[in-house]
C-alpha cells in the first residue's frame, strides 16, 4: 500500500483476515481498535509502518494461508465473533486452528448450510453481489400448508416495509416446503411465514449458490477449488454499496 495514500482502517482488518469489513465497522465504533495506540475515527487510513491493535492485541501484517470452510451449523449456536458475550458462538464451536469468521448469518434456532473464512474479499464478493444467487432452504411449519400458501410464498410478502422477491417455492410434505431465495432481508423466511398465520418450526439451510450441504450436522469441511472457483466466477461483478443500499443482512432464516 502507498505511504501517501495508506488503507482504510477497516480495509485493513479485513485484508489482514482479521474479520469481515462490517465486523470491523462494528470493532471501530466500540473504540476496540487502536492505531499505534490511538483510537481511529471511522475511515481512518492505515499506513505501512502504523501498529494496529484490537482489544490491546497487536494485528499480524503476516498473511494467513486462506481459510475457506463449509460448516453444518446446528441448532443453538450462534453466528457471532465475539466470544465475550455469547457463549454458545460458531467460533468457539468450531474451535478451528487459525482466525476464521462466518460469511453473512444463520438464525440461532435454525440449522445448515454457512461458510466460515479468514478472507474479508471474499466476504464482501458474496455479500455485495447483484448476481441474485440462490439460496436454499428446508422449511416446517406449525399446521398444514395449501396451494394458496405455496401461490402467496412464491409471488411475495409484504415484510419491512417492502415486497419480497419473486422465488421458488416446492410443497415437499404436509407441512414442509422447499424454497430458494435471492434476496437476505432480516429473518425473511419466518417474517414470511409469519404474515401468512404459520410459525416455523424447523428451517434449514440446504445450498449457498453452488455449494451444497453434505456433511454432518457439526462438522465442516474445505470448500473445494471447484467449488471457489465457481463462486469467484458467480461473484466476479460484485458492487461496493449493494449491500449497504438495501437493507440486506443474509438473514434471511
Given at each position: 500500500?502507498?505511504?501517501n495514500?495508506?488503507?482504510?482502517?477497516?480495509?485493513y482488518?479485513?485484508?489482514?483476515g482479521?474479520?469481515?469489513?462490517?465486523?470491523a465497522?462494528?470493532?471501530?465504533?466500540?473504540?476496540?481498535?487502536?492505531i499505534?495506540?490511538?483510537?481511529?475515527?471511522m475511515?481512518?487510513?492505515?499506513?505501512?509502518?502504523?501498529?494496529v491493535?484490537?482489544?490491546?492485541?497487536?494485528?499480524?501484517k503476516?498473511?494467513?494461508?486462506p481459510?475457506?470452510?463449509?460448516?453444518?451449523k446446528?441448532?443453538?449456536?450462534?453466528?457471532?465473533t465475539?466470544?465475550?458475550?455469547?457463549?454458545?458462538?460458531?467460533?468457539?464451536?468450531?474451535?478451528?486452528?487459525?482466525?476464521?469468521?462466518?460469511?453473512?448469518?444463520?438464525?440461532?434456532?435454525?440449522?445448515g448450510?454457512?461458510?466460515?473464512?479468514?478472507?474479508?474479499?471474499?466476504?464482501n464478493?458474496i455479500?455485495?453481489?447483484r448476481?441474485?444467487?440462490?439460496?436454499?432452504?428446508?422449511?416446517?411449519?406449525?399446521?398444514?400448508?395449501?396451494?394458496?400458501?405455496?401461490?402467496r410464498?412464491?409471488s411475495?410478502?409484504?415484510i419491512?416495509?417492502?415486497?419480497?422477491?419473486?422465488c421458488?417455492?416446492?410443497?415437499i410434505?404436509?407441512?414442509?416446503?422447499?424454497?430458494v431465495?435471492?434476496q437476505?432481508?432480516n429473518?425473511?423466511?419466518?417474517?414470511m411465514c409469519?404474515?401468512?398465520?404459520?410459525?416455523?418450526t424447523?428451517?434449514k439451510?440446504?445450498?449457498?449458490?453452488?455449494?451444497?450441504?453434505?456433511?454432518p450436522?457439526?462438522t465442516?469441511?474445505?470448500?473445494?477449488?471447484?467449488?471457489?472457483?465457481e463462486?469467484?466466477?458467480?461473484?466476479?461483478?460484485?458492487?461496493?454499496?449493494?449491500?449497504?443500499?438495501?437493507n440486506?443482512t443474509?438473514?434471511?432464516?
Amino acid at each position: 500500500m502507498s505511504e501517501n495514500k495508506g488503507i482504510r482502517i477497516n480495509k485493513y482488518l479485513s485484508e489482514q483476515g482479521f474479520c469481515s469489513r462490517r465486523a470491523a465497522d462494528r470493532l471501530i465504533e466500540q473504540q476496540r481498535v487502536t492505531i499505534n495506540g490511538t483510537v481511529p475515527e471511522m475511515g481512518t487510513k492505515v499506513q505501512p509502518n502504523d501498529n494496529v491493535a484490537v482489544d490491546g492485541e497487536p494485528i499480524s501484517k503476516k498473511k494467513e494461508k486462506p481459510v475457506y470452510i463449509a460448516f453444518h451449523k446446528p441448532t443453538g449456536i450462534v453466528c457471532t465473533t465475539d466470544t465475550r458475550v455469547e457463549p454458545d458462538n460458531i467460533i468457539e464451536y468450531i474451535n478451528y486452528p487459525t482466525r476464521i469468521f462466518p460469511i453473512g448469518r444463520l438464525d440461532k434456532m435454525s440449522e445448515g448450510l454457512i461458510f466460515l473464512t479468514n478472507d474479508g474479499d471474499i466476504v464482501n464478493k458474496i455479500l455485495r453481489s447483484r448476481n441474485n444467487h440462490g439460496k436454499e432452504y428446508i422449511v416446517t411449519v406449525d399446521h398444514s400448508i395449501d396451494d394458496r400458501f405455496i401461490r402467496r410464498m412464491a409471488s411475495g410478502i409484504p415484510i419491512l416495509d417492502t415486497v419480497t422477491k419473486k422465488c421458488e417455492v416446492e410443497q415437499i410434505g404436509r407441512k414442509t416446503f422447499r424454497i430458494v431465495l435471492t434476496q437476505g432481508l432480516n429473518r425473511q423466511i419466518r417474517r414470511m411465514c409469519e404474515y401468512l398465520d404459520y410459525r416455523v418450526t424447523k428451517l434449514k439451510r440446504i445450498r449457498i449458490m453452488n455449494v451444497e450441504l453434505d456433511i454432518p450436522k457439526g462438522t465442516y469441511r474445505d470448500l473445494t477449488k471447484e467449488e471457489l472457483d465457481e463462486i469467484y466466477r458467480l461473484t466476479a461483478e460484485s458492487t461496493k454499496t449493494y449491500h449497504e443500499e438495501n437493507n440486506i443482512t443474509d438473514e434471511v432464516d
